[in-house]
T-cell receptor, first 112, second 109 residues
């Protein structure tokens, strides 16, 4: 089954404690993205990757890091989480230049 | 100013009603116009897309694009309780999508 998986699905952590949210896709897609979704602000792109070792900032990259060492994986790293990073996070993938994105199930992060 | 503005909602309609969801955009470079549906506790999934002005129909759903007015709409006919979800419009340019904030629709039996 074609899918994007994220782990963990739910995470509660404290300010400053480094965390990683994993994302994996099995569709051999070149493009992968991370979004955060907040009430009244919609889906905002954090980082995206056009292929292995190629990443770029989206609209709200501050406080986040990413890496793309393998085509299927695109982890999101919060090195020092803060309460304003409490949000619902989605990973997505698509074929290069395509319009359609496939989204993961989401990770709900709470930073206290 | 946001590149994509979506009517905020929420909308609550009785079963069988016709629903209209709307977005405006400011960037004339957008090439694809899409509607995603997002059920509670799930990721968005593509519902419909179009790339030209006019209407595109798929069952009970019709996507309408007016490029001259920079306006897109999604119509749902004979709405069902299973249509209850958040609907996100999205515009795509060279593989990058910009999303509206979403409109939450509830269809009551």
């Amino acid at each position: 089954e074609a899918q994007v998986t994220q782990n963990p699905r739910y995470l509660i952590t404290v300010t400053g404690k480094k965390l990683t949210v994993t994302c994996s896709q099995n569709m051999n897609h070149e493009y992968m993205s991370w979004y955060r979704q907040d009430p009244g602000l919609g889906l905002r792109q954090i980082y995206y990757s056009m292929n292995v070792e190629v990443t770029d900032k989206g609209d709200v990259p501050e406080g986040y890091k990413v890496s793309r060492k393998e085509k299927r994986n695109f982890p999101l790293i919060l090195e020092s989480p803060s309460p304003n990073q409490t949000s619902l996070y989605f990973c997505a993938s698509q074929t290069g230049g395509s319009y359609e994105q496939y989204f993961g199930p989401g990770t709900r992060l709470t930073v206290t | 100013q946001k590149e994509v503005e979506q009517d905020p909602g929420p909308l609550s309609v009785p079963e069988g009603a016709i629903v209209s969801l709307n977005c405006t955009y400011s960037n004339s470079a957008f090439q694809y116009f899409m509607w995603y549906r997002q059920y509670s506790r799930k990721g968005p999934e593509l519902l419909m897309y179009t790339y030209s002005s006019g209407n595109k129909e798929d069952g009970r759903f019709t996507a309408q694009v007016d490029k001259s007015s920079k306006y897109i709409s999604l119509f749902i006919r004979d709405s069902q309780p299973s249509d209850s979800a958040t609907y996100l419009c999205a515009m795509n340019r060279a593989g990058k999508s910009t999303f509206g904030d979403g409109t939450t629709l509830t269809v009551k039996p």
